[in-house]
C-alpha cells in the first residue's frame, strides 16, 4: 500500500530528481535476485506450524544459566572480556567453574514474543541450511540478493502496508542507511557543486531517539547538507515551534515510535496532525512497536491507525521476530534511493539464506499467533494493577536515582524457581527491563 500522500508532492518530486540524477551518473543501483532451489514456501502460509497456548519450550527463550564465578565478578562489577567460561565437549576447562552455575530468568532481553525458541521457525532455519548452507556470500548489490530475501521484503511491506521493503544487516544499519540516503539528496540536487544554505534538509529528532539515529544523522551532516534540530522528548509544542521557524522547505521528523529506554509512545497521532500542516518527511524507528502492537503485528503505526501517514518505517528483526537483520519499509522510489547511496547497506554482506527463512517463518508466525499479543498487553495491565507503576508497554523504566544507583542496582540480577513466578510474566517482561 502507498503512503497518503498529504506532505505534498514535494518530496516525491525530489526524490525523482535524486533519482534521475543518479541514473545520469550511472550510479543508480539495482538488486537482481539469484534464484535458489527449492524455492521458498510463498503462499502455503498453511504449511508453518502455529499453535494457540503457551508451550513448554516457550520458557527456554528466558531461562539461562551463568557459572557461579561469572554470577560474583558482575555481582562485583570486575571487568570482563567474556572469558571465564570455555568450554570443551560439555566440561569446564576453567577449573575454577567445577560446573557450578545459577539459573536466571533474563528480563532485559528483547525476545518479547519468545520467537527465538520456537519450532517452526527452527524447521525453517534448519531446512534452510541444509538446502542451501548460508547461501551466496556476498552484498545484496553483488550476489548477496536472493529470491529468500525477496519473498521475505514482500511480507514486510505487507505487514507495514508500505508499496515495498529494504532488508539490511541491522536495524542499526537501517537507520544508518536511511539518514546518510537523505544528506545525499542534497548533493544531488544542488546545480553547483556546493548546495546553498537554502537547499539544506532539516532533520528534527526526537531528543530520546536510539544512538543508530544520532550516528547516522551525525554521518548526514558531515555532508554539509542537513541542519539539526533535536526536539524535547515527546513535546509537541517544542516540536511545532521549531518546524514553524525553520525556513527550509525540505523537512524530515525521525522519531522512535516506542522508546528503547523509557517505555513510553511517540504521540502519534500529533506528529500526523502536524505532518499535515507542516509537510514534513515522517520517518519512525518501529524496532519495539513490530509483532508487539497492532491487531496483526504491524507495529505502533497500525495500533493508532496512522499507517499511511508513516513514510518510512524503519524496523528490526532481532526483538518481537526472534531472529536477526534489520528492514526499511517505504515506497519504490525511496527504496531505490536507499539501496543506491545508505552506505551501511551497500557495503555489507547480506543476510545469511538459513536466518532469512527463519524471519519469513517469524512474520508469518508471529502474524497467526496473535494471542502472543494479547498475553503481552494482559501482563502489563496486570504489572500496572499490582505494582502501581503507570506503565504503558512492556518495556519498563525503574528509575532510582544516579547513573551509579543505577549500575549497582543492575547488578542485583532476579533468580527465581519456577514455582515462583509464571510462565507467562516471564515470556512478557524479559523486554528491555531497563533500569536509570
Given at each position: 500500500?502507498?503512503?497518503?500522500?498529504?506532505?505534498?508532492?514535494?518530496?516525491?518530486?525530489?526524490?525523482?530528481?535524486?533519482?534521475?540524477?543518479?541514473?545520469?551518473?550511472?550510479?543508480?543501483?539495482?538488486?537482481?535476485?539469484?534464484?535458489?532451489?527449492?524455492?521458498?514456501?510463498?503462499?502455503?502460509?498453511?504449511?508453518?506450524?502455529?499453535?494457540?497456548?503457551?508451550?513448554?519450550?516457550?520458557?527456554?527463550?528466558?531461562?539461562?544459566?551463568?557459572?557461579?564465578?561469572?554470577?560474583?565478578k558482575w555481582l562485583l562489577d570486575i571487568p570482563s572480556a567474556g572469558d571465564e567460561d570455555i568450554w570443551s565437549n560439555g566440561v569446564a576447562d576453567n577449573k575454577e567453574d567445577n560446573g557450578r552455575f545459577k539459573k536466571l530468568l533474563?528480563?532485559?532481553?528483547?525476545?518479547?514474543?519468545?520467537?527465538?525458541?520456537?519450532?517452526?521457525?527452527?524447521?525453517?532455519?534448519?531446512?534452510?541450511?541444509?538446502?542451501?548452507?548460508?547461501?551466496?556470500?556476498?552484498?545484496?548489490?553483488?550476489?548477496?540478493?536472493?529470491?529468500?530475501?525477496?519473498?521475505?521484503?514482500?511480507?514486510?511491506?505487507?505487514?507495514?502496508?508500505?508499496?515495498?521493503?529494504?532488508?539490511c544487516p541491522t536495524g542499526f544499519a537501517a537507520n544508518m542507511a536511511v539518514m546518510v540516503a537523505l544528506g545525499n539528496i542534497v548533493s544531488l540536487l544542488a546545480a553547483d557543486a556546493k548546495p546553498m544554505k537554502e537547499d539544506r534538509?532539516?532533520?528534527?529528532?526526537?531528543?530520546?531517539?536510539?544512538?543508530?539515529?544520532?550516528?547516522?544523522?551525525?554521518?548526514?551532516?558531515?555532508?554539509?547538507?542537513?541542519?539539526?534540530?533535536?526536539?524535547?522528548?515527546?513535546?509537541?509544542?517544542?516540536?511545532?515551534?521549531?518546524?514553524?521557524?525553520?525556513?527550509?522547505?525540505?523537512?524530515?521528523?525521525?522519531?522512535?515510535?516506542?522508546?528503547?529506554?523509557?517505555?513510553?509512545?511517540?504521540?502519534?497521532?500529533?506528529?500526523?496532525?502536524?505532518?499535515?500542516?507542516?509537510?514534513?518527511?515522517?520517518?519512525?524507528?518501529?524496532?519495539?512497536?513490530?509483532?508487539?502492537?497492532?491487531?496483526?503485528?504491524?507495529?505502533?503505526?497500525?495500533?493508532?491507525?496512522?499507517?499511511?501517514?508513516?513514510?518510512?518505517?524503519?524496523?528490526?528483526?532481532?526483538?518481537?521476530?526472534?531472529?536477526?537483520?534489520?528492514?526499511?519499509?517505504?515506497?519504490?522510489?525511496?527504496?531505490?534511493?536507499?539501496?543506491?547511496?545508505?552506505?551501511?547497506?551497500?557495503?555489507?554482506?547480506?543476510?545469511?539464506?538459513?536466518?532469512?527463512?527463519?524471519?519469513?517463518?517469524?512474520?508469518?508466525?508471529?502474524?497467526?499467533?496473535?494471542?502472543?499479543?494479547?498475553?503481552?498487553?494482559?501482563?502489563?495491565?496486570?504489572?500496572?494493577?499490582?505494582?502501581?507503576?503507570?506503565?504503558?508497554?512492556?518495556?519498563?523504566s525503574l528509575i532510582v536515582g544516579s547513573e551509579e544507583k543505577a549500575l549497582k542496582a543492575s547488578r542485583f540480577p532476579l533468580s527465581l524457581s519456577q514455582n515462583e513466578f509464571s510462565l507467562a510474566h516471564a515470556q512478557t517482561l524479559?523486554?528491555?527491563?531497563?533500569?536509570?
Amino acid at each position: 500500500m502507498e503512503n497518503d500522500n498529504n506532505y505534498g508532492d514535494s518530496w516525491d518530486s525530489w526524490v525523482d530528481e535524486a533519482l534521475a540524477k543518479l541514473h545520469s551518473l550511472k550510479l543508480l543501483r539495482s538488486l537482481r535476485p539469484i534464484n535458489l532451489s527449492p524455492q521458498p514456501y510463498k503462499n502455503c502460509e498453511d504449511d508453518y506450524q502455529v499453535f494457540d497456548e503457551m508451550q513448554p519450550w516457550d520458557r527456554s527463550s528466558v531461562e539461562i544459566s551463568i557459572s557461579e564465578p561469572t554470577f560474583h565478578k558482575w555481582l562485583l562489577d570486575i571487568p570482563s572480556a567474556g572469558d571465564e567460561d570455555i568450554w570443551s565437549n560439555g566440561v569446564a576447562d576453567n577449573k575454577e567453574d567445577n560446573g557450578r552455575f545459577k539459573k536466571l530468568l533474563l528480563f532485559s532481553g528483547n525476545d518479547y514474543l519468545g520467537l527465538s525458541s520456537h519450532p517452526t521457525i527452527a524447521r525453517a532455519v534448519t531446512k534452510a541450511a541444509q538446502e542451501h548452507g548460508m547461501g551466496p556470500r556476498g552484498s545484496a548489490l553483488i550476489c548477496g540478493y536472493t529470491n529468500y530475501h525477496r519473498l521475505l521484503e514482500s511480507s514486510l511491506a505487507d505487514l507495514k502496508k508500505k508499496e515495498d521493503c529494504l532488508l539490511c544487516p541491522t536495524g542499526f544499519a537501517a537507520n544508518m542507511a536511511v539518514m546518510v540516503a537523505l544528506g545525499n539528496i542534497v548533493s544531488l540536487l544542488a546545480a553547483d557543486a556546493k548546495p546553498m544554505k537554502e537547499d539544506r534538509i532539516a532533520i528534527f529528532s526526537d531528543a530520546l531517539n536510539h544512538a543508530s539515529i544520532i550516528d547516522g544523522i551525525r554521518l548526514a551532516e558531515r555532508q554539509h547538507t542537513v541542519d539539526v534540530y533535536v526536539y524535547r522528548h515527546c513535546d509537541m509544542s517544542h516540536l511545532s515551534s521549531l518546524l514553524s521557524s525553520c525556513e527550509l522547505k525540505k523537512k524530515v521528523v525521525v522519531t522512535d515510535s516506542l522508546f528503547s529506554m523509557d517505555g513510553d509512545f511517540a504521540p502519534m497521532i500529533e506528529l500526523v496532525n502536524l505532518r499535515k500542516r507542516h509537510g514534513f518527511l515522517l520517518v519512525i524507528d518501529d524496532a519495539h512497536g513490530t509483532f508487539v502492537c497492532g491487531k496483526h503485528g504491524g507495529g505502533v503505526a497500525e495500533e493508532f491507525n496512522c499507517d499511511r501517514q508513516v513514510d518510512i518505517c524503519i524496523g528490526t528483526l532481532s526483538k518481537a521476530a526472534g531472529c536477526h537483520g534489520g528492514f526499511i519499509a517505504c515506497s519504490k522510489k525511496w527504496k531505490q534511493l536507499v539501496q543506491s547511496r545508505g552506505r551501511s547497506f551497500i557495503f555489507s554482506t547480506s543476510a545469511p539464506v538459513p536466518i532469512v527463512a527463519a524471519a519469513h517463518a517469524a512474520v508469518i508466525v508471529g502474524k497467526k499467533e496473535g494471542w502472543r499479543r494479547k498475553a503481552i498487553w494482559n501482563r502489563v495491565q496486570e504489572f500496572r494493577a499490582l505494582t502501581g507503576i503507570p506503565i504503558t508497554s512492556p518495556i519498563i523504566s525503574l528509575i532510582v536515582g544516579s547513573e551509579e544507583k543505577a549500575l549497582k542496582a543492575s547488578r542485583f540480577p532476579l533468580s527465581l524457581s519456577q514455582n515462583e513466578f509464571s510462565l507467562a510474566h516471564a515470556q512478557t517482561l524479559c523486554g528491555c527491563c531497563n533500569s536509570y
